[in-house]
């Protein structure tokens, strides 16, 4: 089973690939020129911030950036398109050769990583179609995947780690993402075009290879074909469109240039799922739970980094672990450094804590009171028990009672009043 991906990702410049025109327009049709609608005589002029950022994504993906990039018009007719060829690059990309490390411990190679600009969008109503203009000319960055990916986990995990990479360089896949797959179980390559979104790029994937697994089954063949993947029905459909590179004309770009990549400075990438699997390692905290806060927050990942080497990373990670617990949204910078702060303090914060640390309350008195409450009663117990500190050295299972006991009066967390007896057991020994 192979499958192979062509991933389109809209880059986040204030304005297009090869016009000045915004890219944020709302209002149909408002954000356009005659560069972008195609008019005879209009001249593009490259957005060299989109070709930056298209130069970051290929270092990211450990490709090899040539020298020089250009560009090429694709013909084709059709009315998203109205100068009847869409510019893109064909022999000479951003890059070409990279690869992406995923969880199941194998890579997955990138063919190609290459700038090109977005059609219009079409809006078909009962009769008649629409189009706006606004969409024409965003830049998209195309990254082509080898068939290296032979599992649906393998799939989702490519794609998690592709969002993270892109999301330290300022992109949100989420935002607009359009997949085209390629899909073979057995020799027949099958194509799955135009998937929007993460979710039913999984399902569409799902679906065909059950579909297809079903046909070899079936001792059935596999027509090699175009497919598209229908939302609502869930499952992919034979299209008649069948185009290949083939099937295109290709021309060179009169009107554009070769662009030197050589002087263009990219930010050094972050692949936060190695950060994770060496901050577990380091101090001995679980991977998921690290991975879960630092993949896709920038402000955590920094947090942590910053703290490094200068404090006990205990209470840091301690952070990370209740506010994965307990807080209701992503934990901004703030709420991590209060977090941080009363744990160094020697405070507990329990959920109440955590909840009112979110919304701006003053919680130092709340947290030292729930915790002191818990102390007091929690050696309350030892005392009235106290031969179970003889017997303790021998089973410290005995306490399990007093840790119960506690819950149910507290309603609080057994982790942190397991933490808390511990501490205290620690001062009788003493
Ligand atoms: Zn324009």
Known sequence: ?????????????????????????????????????????????????????????ANALKCKVPAATSFVRKVYFYPDLPKNF???????????GGEISIEQGKKVGIRRVQLEEDPAKIIRQDDYTLIDFNRSGI???????????SAEDELRSFMTELKSILYYIGIDIDKELKVDLNISVKD???????VTGMKNLLDAARYELQRQEKLVKAKQEIVQETRSYSEKDM?????????S????????????????????????????SRLARE????????ESTIRELIMFNKESLEMIESYKGKHDMKPI???????????????????????????????????????????????????????????KEIKHLIKENSKLLKEYEKNPKVFNFIIGAVIKKYKSNPREVSERLERILEGFKR
């Not at 690059?89 to 951003?94: F, G, L």
């Not at 027949?188 to 135009?194: F, I, Q």
């Open 86 to 96: 869409q510019i893109t690059q064909k022999d000479d990309p951003v890059g070409i």
């Open 188 to 194: 027949a390559r099958v194509e799955v075009k135009n």
């Open 245 to 272: 590179d083939e099937e295109y004309g290709f021309i060179f770009e009169p009107d554009l240039t070769v662009y030197r990549t050589k002087g263009i400075k990219t930010a050094e990438p972050v692949y936060a």
């Open 139 to 149: 830049p998209l960055v195309e990254i082509v995947t080898e068939p290296d990916i």
């Open 317 to 375: 990670l301690n952070a990370i672990s209740l506010l994965q617990r307990y807080a209701t949204a992503k934990p901004t910078a703030a709420t991590f450094e209060k977090t941080v702060g009363l744990l160094e303090k020697g405070f507990y914060p329990d959920k109440e804590a955590i909840l009112g640390i979110e919304s701006g309350k003053k919680v130092e008195a709340h947290a030292a009171a729930g915790t002191g409450e818990i102390d």
């Open 279 to 286: 901050y577990a390692k380091k101090y001995g905290v679980g």
């Open 1 to 57: 089973m192979k499958i192979g991906l062509e991933v389109h990702v809209a880059l986040p410049t204030r304005s297009k690939l090869f016009c000045s025109c915004r890219t944020d327009a709302e209002e149909p049709n408002t954000a356009i020129c005659p560069i972008c609608t195609g008019m005879p005589g209009s001249k593009p002029v490259l957005n060299e911030g989109a070709l930056t950022l298209a130069v970051s994504i």
């Open 235 to 243: 499952h992919t459909v034979s299209s008649r469109e069948k185009e």
